[in-house]
Every structure is written in structure tokens, then in C-alpha cells.
């Protein structure tokens, strides 16, 4: 197998619609993604997420341009990607909840080609290793969402791959569930595995990938480390959080900042109750000074999070794009 696990050259998928002009859910893409590593894919609904993602597992192929899953073609070595890659999904998809886990398990072991007679073994080892050997005999429509996932996550190890697709694993689990899900790809990344994991939450890109990539309108807008991706600047400066502050007073400390220096910007969530400042680094000192002078002691600085990087590569979307399922 090559060093590369996915490799992405001028990656191009159309779409037709019945009325007006084909719909581009990826638009010559370029992307390489190490051997071994924890990869996040990251951009709103309909960016392209799901559309590279069936490209990668042989359900789509290409328009133009190229894929390959450590260097077998998705579209001429089908057969042979197959057997590279394991997919998990989100929430119920993809399982029988008339089964139970263990027979779930073997169905797919015998989808996979695992041999009849090393199943009994595998499905064991899997219910065992992801926690789940003391409810085997029960019907999944009983199992709680972290439970499930737990199942989708045997479900695409039952062929021993290399590389695994998850598609948002753990949206809609409880923070425990969650954690317990994350230690586990972590368990899987330390075996060597290559993991894709598409994600709305940025903290837990932040926690879990060791690349990231930025996809919005069928293109990459931004790759790269978590750390160097956080170091972007929005505009050039230095970056200062001012905790629970209202809006009249984030109007209060706009005005009186701005007065002072024009340079800085600010933007505040009245939801989370703070102001966000961008401070040319010579006036660090001076903004600081002005806003304890102001009473408010709560701050922090440094670089940007993911969430603040995707807001700004991305910008803060409405929601009319949700559900378009590309």
C-alpha cells in the first residue's frame, strides 16, 4: 500500500437536474491524506462532505478527475476499494433493529466475505472490544444512540480495513457516549489506521484530527494541521475574547475602543455573551488597559479555534442549505 491513503486529483462530481444547468458537488478537488492518521472533514451541509465520501466507498463515481484509496482507483479497482475500506455512519442507518447485535454482526461478516468459519471468532472479538459482549443477544431497536454507534463502528471493522469513513459518528450522543466514541477512534489511529471523519463539531476535530480540511461549494478552502489552521488570521492580529458582556455593553466597549484606535474590529454572540476583538499587535496593551478600565476582567487571547476559523473561511450560514445530502 502506498503512504497515501486518499489521493484526490482534480476530483470533479456533476449532478443533473431535470430543470436548469447541472449542479457541481465537487469542483476539482486536490487532496492528499497521509497513511495512519485521523482526518477531518469539515464545511456545512451540501459543501461536498458526503459526495467525496460515497466517491471514496465506489457508491459514486467521478465525473472527471481521479480518486484513489492507497493507490487503487475508485472507478477502474472497485473490487479492491471495497476491500480497503469500512464506513460508519450516523444514527440508525445501516442497521436491522429486528436483530440483535451479534446477528447484525454475522449478516455483515457474510456481506464482507469474512469465511464462515472465522466469523464466530470476529463477531466476539468485536462485541468485546466495543463494549457491547453483554448485550449481544439483544434487538438493536432497543439500544440506546451511543450503543448503536458502537454497533456501526463494529460494523465497519468486521473486514479489517485500513481506512474508515465515519459521517458525523457522534451527533446526537450524550457527552459520556461521545467521549467513550472518541477514545475509540483514538484506540484506532494508535493501530495504524486511517480514519475520515466528517464533522460538524470543532471541538471535536480540534481534539481528534490530526489534519483538517475546510470544503464549501465543492471546494477546498483551507487544509492543514489543526494548530496551523488556527493560526490564520482573520484579517491580521492579535485575537481577544471579552467574557458576559450584553449587547449595550459590547456597544459601550465598540464605541470607546474604536475611538481610541480604529483599527480594531469586534463582533459579539448574544447568545454565548461575548465580544471577539481584533487587535493590531501594537495596540494590545492600550485595548487590554481600556477594557479592565471598563470593569471587565474576564479575558482570554490567542489564536483562533477551528469553530472561529470555519466562521471565518466559511462564514455564519442561515441554514437554507441543510438537507441537500451532498
Known amino acids: 500500500m502506498t503512504d497515501l491513503a486518499l489521493h484526490a486529483d482534480s476530483l470533479t462530481r456533476t449532478f443533473r437536474v431535470r430543470r436548469g444547468p447541472d449542479r457541481t458537488a465537487l469542483d476539482s478537488i486536490n487532496l492528499e491524506l497521509a497513511t495512519g492518521l485521523v482526518h477531518g472533514l469539515l464545511g456545512p451541509n451540501g459543501a461536498g462532505k458526503t459526495t467525496l465520501c460515497r466517491i471514496a466507498s465506489t457508491v459514486l463515481t467521478p465525473t472527471s478527475g481521479r480518486l484513489t484509496v492507497h493507490g487503487c482507483d475508485v472507478a477502474r479497482e472497485s473490487d479492491q476499494v471495497r476491500r480497503l475500506i469500512g464506513i460508519v455512519f450516523g444514527g440508525d442507518r445501516g442497521l436491522y433493529g429486528r436483530l440483535s447485535a451479534r446477528e447484525n454482526l454475522e ?16 463477531v466476539e472479538a468485536l462485541l468485546e472490544r466495543l463494549g457491547l459482549a453483554n448485550r449481544a443477544t439483544e434487538l438493536v431497536e432497543t439500544f440506546s444512540r451511543g450503543m448503536k454507534q458502537r454497533l456501526h463502528l463494529a460494523r465497519g471493522l ?10 458525523e459518528p457522534t451527533v446526537g450522543m450524550d457527552p459520556v457516549s461521545a467521549h467513550e466514541f472518541r477514545v475509540l477512534i483514538e484506540e484506532l489511529r494508535r493501530e495504524g489506521r486511517t480514519v ?3 464533522t460538524h463539531d470543532m471541538a471535536e476535530a480540534q481534539v481528534l484530527c490530526d489534519t483538517v480540511t475546510f470544503i464549501d461549494a465543492g471546494r477546498i478552502v483551507g487544509s492543514g494541521t489543526p494548530d496551523t489552521i488556527r493560526a490564520i488570521q482573520v484579517e491580521g492580529g492579535v ?13 459601550a466597549l465598540t464605541l470607546a475602543l474604536t475611538q481610541a484606535i480604529p483599527e480594531v474590529s469586534t463582533t459579539h454572540d448574544g447568545g454565548a455573551r461575548h465580544t471577539d476583538l481584533v487587535v493590531p499587535p501594537e495596540h494590545v496593551a492600550t485595548v487590554v488597559e481600556t477594557v479592565l478600565r471598563r470593569g471587565h476582567t474576564a479575558i482570554t487571547t490567542g489564536p483562533p479555534s477551528l469553530e472561529d476559523v470555519y466562521l471565518g473561511l466559511l462564514g455564519q450560514r442561515d441554514g437554507s442549505d441543510r438537507g441537500m445530502g451532498v
Do not use: K, Y
Request: hydrophobic share 45%; proline share 10%; net charge negative.
Open 196 to 198: 475520515l471523519l466528517t
Open 107 to 122: 449478516f455483515w461478516c457474510a456481506m464482507n466475505g469474512v469465511p464462515r468459519r472465522d466469523t464466530p471468532a470476529a
Open 158 to 167: 468486521v473486514a479489517d480495513p485500513p481506512v474508515l469513513l465515519l459521517d
Open 239 to 251: 485575537r481577544i475574547r471579552i467574557h458576559d458582556l450584553s449587547q449595550s455593553e459590547h456597544d
